[in-house]
């Protein structure tokens, strides 16, 4: 339940980045010996992936912020009901097929921002060696040996973060060199590379499209920080926008977010940065702008819902385009029943910003527009409910708490 039209003010401090934890939990199959990850944030997505671990048979403990996962002895076949139920784990696939040369996982359910298929993850398993079936929803990746080789990750909307991850993972303990090429270049995939190199994994240029992979023998424990979440950080920034007010992240990583922020400027939003803390606030009238999403670095398709309600407060027109995903609109009808002007055409929604919003019940859809109908019930007039917030949980670590320290009205109630 929010209660709008409260400016954010205060601190906020990022929490580790959800999309590099979950890769880098499920590196740590790819050694008996311990691992310690700290900087996890605390989310149900990332419980989830350490109940998938604990199937396989690792020992996991979370303790406050910090992960220990021990996979002395794991078996390859994930369950079916848990690995379903979440896109991210589609990333054991990679370490269990470079430790045991085979991984049974099931097939990734439909998703609601769009079709989601694993082809380009498949296709390099089987550049180095795999043998892929598809057999009663279960996807079987298996070899005798893995063998470096040359891999082309790039797919219809530029390559795959989690693909380029998993076969990485793979690649670490395969025979031989591996060349990824048209690699997807996200700081998140950085963030997983250098968990495996401090492992003992000998990868270069994870943050350019040309990653190459040296396998070895074995891999040994390791301790790792994750890097904070660019796309929590991008959602505090714009919801300080959003609401007019003045907000400083702390501990955010700055130089993960140039689209966004940049972007954010060109709209009249002022950005000071001082090491790692960033400052937000109004500079004046705010200016539409146009946005098409694309892969790192380009403007992230996970901060799009959030930028379109900064756009529906800002007065004038402008277009966000939508290149990662074909369905990541959701949000937009739920944002008309705020009085937001929204059309779609194709990939691309025509905002007519500037309408004041007001309060109303919404339903949430993903984890992003979820995100985005928070940051437009914190600018709207009145009371907003937004309802299926397991979603927000997801992906936000304790982000009524987070914004209420910025004074915003907002309280999570049960649904009677
Ligand atoms: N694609 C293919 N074939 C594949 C894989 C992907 O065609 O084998 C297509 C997808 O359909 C999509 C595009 O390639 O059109 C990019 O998908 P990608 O594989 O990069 O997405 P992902 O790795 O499954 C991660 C994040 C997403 C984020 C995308 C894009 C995790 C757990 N998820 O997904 O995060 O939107 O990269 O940056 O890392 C979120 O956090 O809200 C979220 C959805």
């Not at 424990?221 to 950080?233: F, K, Q, S």
């Not at 990939?347 to 949430?364: D, Q």
Request: a positive charge; one cysteine or more; charged letters at 20%.
């Amino acid at each position: 339940m929010i209660k709008g039209g409260v400016p954010l003010h205060g601190e906020v401090t990022i929490s580790g980045s959800k999309n590099a934890v979950l890769p880098i939990m499920a590196a740590t199959l790819l050694t008996a010996e311990p691992c310690v990850i700290r900087r996890v944030p605390n989310l149900s997505d990332v419980k989830f992936m350490a109940e998938i671990l604990k199937s396989l048979g690792a020992q996991v403990k979370l303790d406050g912020d910090t992960l220990q996962v021990r996979a002395e002895k794991i078996k390859g076949v994930g369950d079916y009901e848990l690995i379903r139920k979440m896109r991210g784990s589609v990333c054991i696939m990679g370490p269990l097929l470079g430790r045991l040369k085979k991984a049974t996982v099931s097939l990734p359910g439909g998703c609601i921002i769009g079709a989601r298929p694993i082809n380009l993850h498949l296709k390099g398993f089987e550049a180095l060696g795999a043998k892929i079936t598809v057999e009663a929803g279960y996807v079987r990746a298996q070899a005798k040996r893995l063998v470096g080789s040359d891999v082309f990750l790039g797919g219809r909307a530029g390559s795959t973060v989690l693909g380029t991850a998993n076969v990485m993972m793979a690649a670490a303990l395969a025979e031989g060199v591996t060349i990824i090429e048209s690699a997807a270049c996200e700081p998140e995939v950085v963030d997983v590379a250098n968990f495996l190199n401090s492992m003992g994994a000998k990868i270069i240029g994870a943050g350019s499209p040309t990653i190459t992979v040296t396998g070895v023998k074995e891999l040994h424990g390791a301790e790792h920080e994750v890097i904070p979440d660019r796309i929590e950080a991008a959602t505090y920034a714009l919801a300080a926008a959003a609401t007019n007010g003045k907000v400083t992240l702390l501990g955010a990583r700055p130089d993960h977010m140039h689209a966004v922020l940049d972007k954010m400027r060109d709209a009249g939003v002022k950005v000071e940065r001082r090491g790692t803390a960033l400052t937000v606030s109004r500079n004046g009238r705010l200016k539409p702008v146009d946005i098409t999403t694309l892969p790192y670095s380009g403007f992230p398709t996970d901060a799009q819902a959030q930028m379109m309600v900064l756009m529906a407060v800002t007065p004038g027109i402008s277009i966000i385009t939508e290149r990662i995903f074909e369905s990541r609109f959701m949000h937009v009808s739920e944002l008309a029943r705020l009085g937001a002007d929204i059309e779609i055409e194709g990939p691309s929604a025509i905002v007519k910003g500037g309408r004041p919003l007001s309060g109303a019940p919404v339903m949430a859809s993903d984890l992003r527009a979820s995100a985005a109908l928070v940051i437009a019930g914190l600018t709207a007039k009145g009371a907003t409910q937004v309802n299926r917030v397991y979603h927000l949980d997801r992906g936000y670590e304790n982000i009524d708490g987070k914004l209420r320290q910025l004074g915003a009205r907002i309280e999570r109630v049960e649904e009677t």
